[in-house]
């Protein structure tokens, strides 16, 4: 029993789930805690911050990731270290020309920007997209080789130092966000020197790069580059649609960060199995076995959403208290944009192991072009929503203006705008559930054009693997 226990604890699937896992734990405190530290609107441009610079590092590392993980896995020690000094410097070529490009943008509408909730990310991102490079390449890499362990290594130094200065930040310091912009810069730093030091990022193979190499990257990459990028998007435009509206602003993403924040434990689960089994499905791919690739995907998915039915009616029935955790009882309202999300949550896996399905089996134009769909349809459900919604209240208050005066409207405001906002805010997670179910039916669709699809067999071999898991647990042999 003590062998199987050590056996599981190595699991590449165990450890990409602890990865996940423990670094969500952080970042969900470190999320508490600036929930608290901050006022609302600053806590809105924080979100701001951070959602659009993971936007951009998506841009950056979306054209390679993919790629690196996928051929880098069935290379040799030689074609290895020339596809990874590629990455290494197609990553560098990105981060300086995004960098030259936001300092163009800020540079012709600065007074548009110092005037928005963006203006602390085009301040700090030239500054972060340098410090951070090595810790992204090294996550790369590192997922590659399927040495997870590092990977939670890195990422408990880069997410772990955060959170220890926002605790003593919050019982002791009380700096304000200019401070805590530094310390999440500082942090980044001191991940990418461990990277860098210990060459996970594949720095002193920079010079090994090769044009045939950087080619194989980027052909693949042109696609999944789009479907990261897309991917994104998908979480990002809600945010950044509801930054832009006059109506909601940086107080509407604030309220909506809340539930989304929730959003992401759910991925949990499903992230980590897609990091462990997009390597083993390419190599099947890449050696004809079909029948394997689509084995993995089915255990995957049916696994996945196996354990997210429970999971899901339990956040569904508690969603007002799993709120109030998160962002005490003030935010206590938000709970309907969550309960809405846990119905997203059962819909995820499927979509999820779609597109590793795709990229693995050599068809990343596909998986962008389900992406696409996707993100065109939750960019343009989303406008309407928020942008149409906010016409018809302000429509609502001159009609209450010519019946009722300046005090009529003045009293209906202050009592009825949160409830507004909110109500607006769960109709932009409806469309969430909207573009999961039109990405699940383009994603089978691609799927059935390059393999035999046989649907019942999500849930009989997810039904499979926990029957194996549980006579492991409970009948294995004692020694």
């Known amino acids: ?30 999320f508490i805690l600036l929930v608290r530290i901050l006022p609302t609107q600053e806590f809105g441009e924080w979100v701001l911050f951070l959602t659009t610079l993971n936007f951009l590092d998506m841009i950056r590392f979306g054209i390679t990731r993919t790629a690196i993980v996928r051929f880098l896995s069935g290379s040799d020690e030689k074609y290895g270290k020339q596809l990874i000094g590629s990455n290494y410097a197609i990553n560098l070529v990105s981060t300086l020309l995004l960098i030259l490009l936001v300092y163009l943008v800020d540079h ?13 990310f085009f301040i700090w991102f030239p500054v972060v997209a340098i410090i951070n490079l090595p810790f992204n390449n090294a996550l790369s890499v590192l997922q590659a080789r399927m040495r997870f362990d590092l990977i939670l290594l890195i990422r408990i130094i880069n997410v772990g130092s955060f959170m220890l200065f926002l605790i003593a930040n919050y019982f002791f310091f009380h700096f304000g966000l200019q401070t805590i912009v530094w310390a999440y810069i500082l942090t980044n730093l001191l991940s990418s020197l461990v990277s860098s030091l210990f060459n996970w990022d594949g720095i002193l193979y920079l010079f090994h790069a090769k044009r045939k190499a950087s080619s194989v990257i980027l052909n693949f990459g042109k696609y999944t580059s789009g479907t990261l990028i897309g991917s994104n998007l998908l979480k990002s435009a809600d945010t950044f649609i509801i930054g832009l509206s006059p109506f909601l602003g940086t107080t509407g993403v604030a309220l909506y960060s809340i539930p989304l924040k929730l959003t992401e434990i759910i991925e949990i689960p499903i992230r980590s199995y897609a990091m462990t089994a997009f390597p083993g499905m390419s190599k099947a791919s890449i050696e004809g076995n079909k029948e394997l690739v689509m084995h993995i995907f089915y255990r995957n998915t049916g696994g996945m959403f196996l354990m997210m039915l429970p999971l899901m009616l339990f956040s569904f029935v508690f969603a007002k208290e799993f709120v109030i955790i998160l962002g005490g009882s003030e935010y206590a309202y938000t709970a309907g944009i969550f309960q809405i999300f846990c119905l997203y949550g059962l819909l995820l896996p499927i979509d999820r192991f779609l597109g590793v399905a795709l990229d693995s089996i050599n068809k990343p134009k ?22 149409g919604l906010t016409y018809i209240v302000l429509f609502a208050s001159i009609v209450t203006l010519v019946f009722t005066g300046i005090d009529g409207v003045t009293e209906i405001v202050n009592i009825s705008r949160s409830f507004t906002i909110v109500s607006i805010l769960e109709f932009v997670a409806l469309v969430t559930i909207l573009f999961t179910l039109i990405g699940i039916a383009v994603g089978f669709y691609y799927l059935q054009q390059e393999m035999t699809v046989k649907y019942r067999r999500i849930l009989v071999e997810g039904i499979n693997f926990y029957r194996s898991f549980f006579q492991k647990i409970f009948f294995a042999p004692r020694q």
């Not at 990409?16 to 969500?24: E, F």
């Not at 012709?108 to 963006?118: M, P, Q, V």
């Open 108 to 120: 012709w509408g600065s007074e548009t920007i110092e005037d928005s909730g963006f203006s602390l």
């Open 1 to 30: 029993m003590a062998n199987l226990w050590i056996k599981i604890i190595r699991n590449n699937n165990f450890l990409s789930l602890a990865n996940n896992g423990l670094v969500a734990v952080l970042g969900f405190f470190s």
């Open 366 to 387: 596909q998986n962008f072009f389900k992406v696409v769909y996707m993100t065109t349809a939750n960019i343009a459900g989303d406008s309407v929503v928020v942008f």
